[in-house]
């Protein structure tokens, strides 16, 4: 199961814009995400994903600050885990328990957990993130007349001209699409279908989303039970090994310590 249409490295939402107009705005967007994140602290997803005629069920738990468990159904039958400090792995059809220690730096540590739990995280739960250079303009959308489309390029050896735009309700930025714009003209999409809204949050979140490349569905996800800032004990994300399964430790350290 493909979680983004196009791989993106953990960047700042941050930068530079054409004009005194979209700098107020953005900054603006900016500090409004970060209330917003502040108020969503956790939240527990369950639901299916498909893609290319393939179809998986998950589970996602998710809390403040960076705790993370996400399980993939069969055939894959997989859970991870990071409780803050490990990183925990159980295959269930090799019935193997991995836990694995971490002596990266930060950044590759970051990289890898949103590599990682990537599968498990549909848009529109957390900020969005985007590349160095984002512009911010005001723009519309058929579930909000008011919204704000946060656009940058993509950078790295492999983006060739591609720019990524979010478009979020104003003011209250919910997630309503996501567009990948190629060079050649080809656009990837993620869109909304449905939302899931919480009065005392003040703040929706997607329950269905689908995915079209060219104009074509190529896939959705759709949650059929979601809840907004559960109450997660610490132990919710530190796994055990069940009985009969291979343990194994293991330690990730960066290339250059090795």
Known sequence: ?????????????????????????????????????????????????????????????????????????????????????????????????????????????????????????????????????????RASHPRAPEAVELTAKVAGADAQGLEVAYTLRWPTLDFLGKQYRQADGTTLEVRVEEEHCDKALELCVPKQLSRWVKGEKVGETTLSALELNPALPGDTFTLTAPEGYEVQTKTLVDAAAK
Not at 11 to 34: F, H, M, N, Y
Not at 50 to 68: H, L, N
């Open 1 to 137: 199961m493909r979680a983004r249409l196009l791989p993106l490295a953990l960047l700042l939402l941050a930068g530079c814009t054409r004009s005194g107009g979209d700098a107020q705005l953005l900054t603006e967007v900016k500090r409004r995400l970060s209330e917003r994140d502040a108020r969503l602290t956790s939240y527990q997803l369950e639901g299916r994903a498909s893609e290319a005629g393939a179809e998986v069920a998950f589970t996602f738990a998710y809390r403040a600050p960076q705790r993370m468990r996400g399980t993939l159904g069969a055939p894959l039958s997989r859970t991870v885990s990071w409780d803050g400090e490990r990183l925990f792995e159980q295959r269930d059809a090799e019935r193997r328990f991995t836990t694995f220690q971490t002596e990266l730096s930060p950044e590759k540590r970051a990289a890898l957990l949103t590599e990682t739990f990537a599968p498990f995280t549909p848009e529109g739960f957390r900020a969005p993130l985007l590349p160095m250079g984002a512009r911010a303009r």
